[in-house]
Nanobody, 123 residues
């Protein structure tokens, strides 16, 4: 797996937007699929989105239509744009990598996740 660092979290009002970033210093970044997970207090982790090395994208149904994932291999960055945020989106958001495709990305071990970035949706 890649070394990854998340950023971009913060406090936002319901209905607002945030853009999270996942950055790696490693030159092989382009080979990897990058997935986003989140974990809310007292809840199980949830895989919410993934982008493959070929830019195939996947979204969890719970966030369908509100998230947009993209990648810029020149900057070794995957971005997750989140729109129309709801209080139930409050969680720590993590990114993780696996080889090439998003196949079974939800099975990526939590040991391979980054340190996370906090997203709080509240008025």
């Amino acid at each position: 797996q890649l070394q990854l660092v998340e950023s971009g979290g913060g406090l936002v009002q319901p209905g607002g937007s945030l853009r999270l970033s996942c950055v790696s210093p490693e030159s092989t970044f382009w080979r990897y699929a990058i997935a986003w997970f989140r974990q809310a207090p007292g809840k199980e982790p949830e895989g919410i989105s993934c982008i493959s090395s070929d830019r195939d994208v996947h979204y969890e149904l719970s966030v369908w239509g509100r998230l947009a994932i993209s990648r810029d291999n020149d900057k070794n960055t995957v971005s997750l744009r989140m729109n129309n945020l709801k209080p139930e989106d409050t969680a720590v958001y993590y990114c993780a990598s696996q080889d090439n495709t998003c196949r079974r990305y939800k099975d990526i071990s939590k040991d391979a996740w980054g340190r996370g970035t906090q997203v709080t949706v509240s008025s």
